[in-house]
C-alpha cells in the first residue's frame, strides 16, 4: 500500500481541535417545538429548567441564534486528553467487502469511558463546577453515560451521584465498578435515600428498577439541594450541541483530504451521537450546500422514528419531566427482554425528530442478529470491537456499501462508531452461543406503547 | 494553555511507523547465555526450535548480528490499523503533583486488544501464515496475550486454539467470550484434547488449572501437527524484538519534539514490554552515547529481579520447554492467591535478566495497594483506566516525580503504559472495597521456589 494517499487513520493535531460547536438549532429555518411543562401546558421558561439544569446548560438548550458556540478552554484542554479522535478510512473492510464504495467511520470509543458520551459529560461538568455548585446526578442504564461523567467529576473535582438501574448494575457490576474507581457514588435504584425510591420499593418489593425511576430519584436528589444539578447524557439540544465536536472534527478531517460524504450514517438511541455527527453537514444541506443522504438506525425492537408518532411526550416513564415534541412509541413502551443491542429508549432527540419530520434525513430499523453479525464481521476485519449500539450504524454501512458494489458506485459513506463493546460481552456471548434471538413489537405492543402518550390539546 | 508548545498527546504520522525492530541482542556486547535442550544441557539448535516455533520467529530468536530488522510491509499495513500509538505528555499528572518533572508515557492500549501484546501477535501470525502453517496455539492466563493473538489471527485467517487457564476462563467470561468473537477456539485448561490434559486431570480431578499446565497442552497440541506450531507471548527474544515497536516510536516522537529521557520505566513480567519500550535507548547507552536510568518495576509479590536467582530455569511449571538463564524465583513458584495486580511469571526475559545482570539496568519492586492507589489516581487525574500491570509503572514514575518535587530536579521521565483496565474491575472491586491485601513472599516460600530450579552443572 503505497503512503502518500490517505491514511488509515487520519488523526487532525491538537490545534485542530473544534473552538466551537455547531448549534444545529440555529440553522434550522423550522425550529422544533419547545418543551412544555407538564402542569400548565406551557413552553418550559428558562427559570424552571434552571431548577433542574445547570445554568449555561439551559441557555444552550434554549439558544436558536448563534450557530457557532464557543468551547471553553476549560473543556478544550480536557478533550486534548482524547480528541481529536481518529476518522479512519476502512480500507480493510472495503477490501474484504470488495466494494468500490470508500468507508470512513469517526471512531468514539478512544477513550477510557469508550463511547461518545465524554463529549458532553465534560462540558456538563465544567459548567456545574463553574456555577459553583458541588454535585451533579444522573442515571444510567447500560453505563456508558454514567462512566463518561464518572470521569469528567473526577476531573473537575465535583460529587456525583449515579443512579444505576438496580438489575443492570447486578448484571453489570464492571461497569459499576469503573464509575467508583473514578470516585462516583453508584446507588442501585430504587433505593431508599428518595421519596421516589422509597415509594416504588414500598409499591413494588423486589423489583429491578427502570430507567424512568433511576431519573425520578436522581432529579428529587438534584432539586432537593441548591447545590446541585441534574445531568443527561442524550435527547437535549445542549447535548447534541456538545457532540457536534464529532462532526466539526469529521469535516475538518475530511476536507483535509479533499473528500466529501456521499451518506453520513449513525445509530440513534436518545439520538445525540446522530445528531452530533450529521451537525455540520446538515446545517449545510438546510442553506443548501450539499445533498447528503443522512440515515439515522435504530433497533427493530425499539423503533421510534420508523415506526412512532410525532407527538408531545414525556421524556421519561415515570412521567416527571418536561414534555418534547418527537418521535416516540410512548413513554411506557419497553423494548422486548432479549433486545441486547441497547438504544432502548423509547422517544428521540427533538432536534433529530424535526430533521426527520421536515425530510432532511431517512431511517431504517435492523434486527439485532444482523447488527451482531455486522458487529462481528467489523470486528475480525478492522480490529476494533464495537459496542452493539454502534454496530447498527456498521449494519447498514455494510449494506450500502454491498449495493455499491452491485452498482458500481464509488460512494463515499461516512458513519459514526460510537464506542467499545468491551461491557458488551454478554451480548456477544449470546450471539456467539447462537441464542440470539430478533423481536419486533407487534401491533398490540405499539398499541399498549402508544396508550402511555399524554392525552393533551397539543397531541389531537 | 497554549497552543504551540509540546501537544498532549504527540501522534507521529503512519509514513513514521518504524520500518524496522531494533535487535538488542546483536548490540550487546556480553551476549546472554543460549537456551539449552533440558535432555541433552547442550544449546538448542534452530532445527530443534522450528518444531515448536515458526521458523522465521526462531531465525529472530536467534539472530544476534543484524541491529534492524525490517518490519515487513503487510505487518506494518497491520500497524496502520493502531498505530502509531500516542506518546503523551501527562500535563495533568504533572500539575497534580506538583512536580517540576516532565513526565511523559506511551500507550499502548490504544487498540482493542487493550494491551501491547497486539504488536507480536501480529508479527507471529504473519510469519505462521506466511510460512503456510494452518493454525497456531498458545495459552493465555489472564486473557490480554489471547484476545491480541485471537485479533491477529482473524486479521490473517489462521485458526487459533487458546488454552486458558480453567478458573481464569471461569473468573473472566468476557475475556473468553472476546476471544470467541474473534473466531478462536478457547478450551479451558486442563482438557481432555490432550494427553497432558488428560493426565492432569486424571491425577489432579477438578483442578483449576496452571499456566504450566496450559503450555503444556498447546505445545502438545502443535508439535503433534506438520500445519500448526506453537506461539508464546512474551519472554523470548523475537518477542522483545517485535515489542522495540514501542521503544522506537517513543524515541522518534521524543527527537521530533527535541526531548530525551532521563529516565525509562516500565513494568516486569515476561519482560517483553520492557525490554521493547528500552531497546533503541538501551543500544545507546551500551554504546556509551547516553547515561538513561532504565527502571524494572515488579510486584513485590513476585519479585523475580529483585530477589531472584539468576541461574538456568525452565520456561514453564511443568518442566517441558527448553532452559533459559534468567532471573527467577524458581519454575514452581507461585505467588500468593490474593496477588491481583499481574505479571505472575516466575521468570524474567533473558534480555532483561542480562541486562539487569550487567548493571545496564536497575529494578525495585512494589507493592499492590500502592500500585492500586496509583492507578486510581491515574484514571481520575489522566483519564485513562491503566491495567494493573502497567499501573506498576505509574506507582513509580509518580515516585520519583515526587522525589524531583523535593530536589526541585527537572527531569524528564518517561514510562510505558502498556493497555487498560477494562477486564480487570474484579481487582479494582477489591481495592475499592477496601478488601486488597498485600503479600511479600517470606524466606521460606523462595526458599520453596528456589528448590523447583534444576539441579543441573551449568547452575553449580
Same mark, same amino acid.
Given at each position: ?32 417545538d ?87 459529560? /465534560?462540558?456538563?461538568? !465544567?459548567? $456545574? *463546577?463553574?456555577?459553583?455548585?458541588? &454535585?451533579? +446526578? %444522573? @442515571?444510567t =442504564? ?35 465498578? /469503573?464509575?467508583?474507581? !473514578?470516585? $462516583? *457514588?453508584?446507588?442501585?435504584?430504587? &433505593?431508599? +435515600? %428518595? @421519596?421516589? =425510591? ?10 429491578g ?8 430519584e ?7 439541594s ?13 447535548v447534541?450541541?456538545?457532540q ?56 427493530a ?20 419531566t ?16 432479549n433486545?441486547?443491542g ?44 464495537p459496542?452493539p ?34 461491557f458488551?460481552m ?31 390539546p397539543?397531541?389531537?
Open positions: 500500500m503505497s503512503e502518500n494517499k490517505i491514511p488509515y487513520k487520519i488523526y487532525l493535531s491538537e490545534t485542530e481541535i473544534p473552538k466551537q460547536w455547531y448549534n444545529l438549532n440555529a440553522v434550522m429555518k423550522i425550529k422544533h419547545p418543551f412544555l411543562n407538564p402542569a400548565t401546558l406551557k413552553p418550559c421558561t428558562a427559570d424552571e429548567l434552571k431548577e433542574v439544569f445547570c445554568s449555561e446548560c439551559v441557555d444552550q438548550e434554549l439558544n436558536r441564534k448563534d450557530v457557532y458556540i464557543d468551547i471553553p478552554e476549560e473543556i478544550r484542554d480536557f478533550y486534548k486528553m482524547y480528541r481529536p479522535s481518529p476518522l479512519v478510512r476502512a480500507y480493510c473492510l472495503e477490501k474484504a467487502l470488495g466494494t468500490p464504495a470508500k468507508i470512513y467511520y469517526k471512531f468514539e470509543g478512544n477513550n477510557t469511558s469508550g463511547s461518545h458520551k465524554l463529549n458532553s459529560a /465534560v462540558a456538563q461538568a !465544567y459548567y $456545574a *463546577k463553574k456555577q459553583g455548585l458541588k &454535585s451533579v +446526578t %444522573t @442515571e =442504564g447500560a453505563g456508558q453515560w454514567g462512566t463518561a461523567l464518572s470521569m469528567a467529576c473526577a476531573y473537575f473535582g465535583l460529587d456525583l451521584t449515579v443512579y444505576m438501574v438496580k438489575v443492570s448494575s447486578e448484571q453489570k457490576p464492571h461497569r459499576r465498578e /469503573v464509575m467508583r474507581t !473514578y470516585g $462516583a *457514588k453508584v446507588v442501585a435504584s430504587p &433505593s431508599d +435515600t %428518595t @421519596e421516589a =425510591g422509597r415509594k416504588i420499593l414500598k409499591e413494588f418489593p423486589g423489583t428498577g427502570s430507567l424512568g425511576c433511576a431519573i425520578s436522581a432529579v428529587e436528589k438534584a432539586v432537593t441548591d447545590s446541585c444539578r441534574y445531568v443527561l447524557g442524550s435527547v437535549l439540544d445542549h447534541v450541541l456538545h457536534s465536536v464529532i462532526g466539526m472534527e469529521s469535516k475538518a478531517a475530511m476536507e483535509k483530504y479533499g473528500v466529501s460524504p456521499d451518506m453520513i450514517i449513525g445509530c440513534c438511541g436518545g439520538g445525540s451521537n446522530f445528531g452530533g455527527l450529521i451537525a455540520p453537514f446538515m446545517g449545510e444541506k438546510i442553506q443548501g450546500k450539499n445533498n447528503i443522504d443522512f440515515i439515522g438506525v435504530e433497533p425492537s425499539c423503533p421510534s422514528l420508523t415506526r412512532g408518532r410525532y407527538v408531545y411526550d414525556f421524556c421519561d416513564s415515570a412521567k416527571i418536561p414534555l418534547a415534541k418527537m418521535y416516540t412509541l410512548g413513554c411506557g413502551f419497553m423494548p422486548a427482554a433486545h441486547a441497547g438504544l432502548r429508549y423509547h422517544g428521540m432527540s427533538p432536534i433529530v425528530s424535526a430533521l426527520y419530520n421536515q425530510g432532511y434525513m431517512r431511517a431504517v430499523s435492523v434486527e439485532q442478529t444482523k447488527v451482531f453479525e455486522a458487529a462481528e464481521m467489523f470486528a475480525r476485519i478492522e480490529g476494533i470491537l459496542a449500539e454502534s454496530s447498527h450504524a456498521i449494519r447498514v454501512a455494510v449494506d450500502e456499501a454491498l449495493k455499491c458494489k452491485e452498482t458500481g458506485e464509488e460512494k463515499t459513506i461516512l458513519f459514526g462508531l460510537t464506542g467499545t463493546g468491551y458488551d454478554s451480548a456477544y456471548k449470546q450471539y456467539n452461543d447462537g441464542t440470539m434471538k430478533d423481536s419486533i413489537p407487534d401491533e398490540a405492543s405499539l398499541a399498549q406503547g402508544f396508550s402511555t402518550i399524554p392525552d393533551i397539543q397531541n389531537k
